[in-house]
């Protein structure tokens, strides 16, 4: 890791691979000093960008890329603080006119989520610059969308993607609000490597599975202390139902240090990376602690992400 944005930009080029995380902060409680969840996956010379959190056009650029370059996005679930900055990207590209549609690939609602910006994108888009007469370009002709299941795999570019259902949800398998809502984890398999982005998720034998002998392991955690005491100060008035609603899904719904590290040792990564840090950015000696407990049931290599940080 280290070295400017630039730099990072073309040594992930010419090391045919990079993981880049763009933002690692969790929701749903702003920080200011971490971007909310996205990443860049560099793959010789194609982008894609994992999950646009808010900020993911300005992280991007901080990393040294443009948005012209990215060929698709992968959105793991449709919670805000993982698909907020979506609208930036596909408002951006069609404001400067990028010629070549922008592919999505998210979750059953994926479809949904994006006719809603396109929607929003139309009084911006038939106003241009302004100027009398002059054309537009209709944005939904400048995307398309690829709903992925469980078990949906697709060889795209250089790469293999496989996509399984995790439990960052709790809906009755079969149900209609399992078939209308997944949460998904990600393994993306390239030449020289593979990398699994669990996105949210609870403990999951499926992700487990997906997982198994991978390169580099990016794994959601959460500092459910924290996270609880930035939520009741942000929102100290919050309804008790809306309250209990949300400690249930902070507790069972996510990765503890523990969990992060018995993940990785069933799996047997070979790396792991951990982002996505529910409760904010907290001091030297509680990340300290929180390695120290992922370490505890894994013995590899361990990296708290840092926004920019390249793997």
Known sequence: MGGTPSAIARDAVAEGGAFITLGTMGGPVADGKRSQPANLLVAGSDLYIVDAGDGTVQQLAKAGFQLPQVRAVFLSHLHVDHTGGLSAILGLRNQTKVAVPLVVYGPPGTRELVAGIVASMRPAALAGYGIPGQPWDDPA???????????????????????????????????AEDRAFKSLSLRFDLPDRSILYTGDTGPSPAVEKLARGVDLLVSEMIDIDATLATVARNSPNMPERAKADLVQHLTTHHLTPKDVGLLARRAGAKALVVTHFAGGTAGPE????????VRKTYSGPVTLAKDLDRF
């Open 141 to 175: 002709a400048m995307v398309e969308v690829v709903e992925m299941g469980d078990g949906f795999t697709r060889t795209i570019g250089t790469m293999n993607v496989r996509a399984v259902q995790n439990t960052h949800y709790d809906f009755v398998p079969g149900s």
């Open 286 to 293: 509680r990340l300290s602690a929180i390695v120290d407990l």
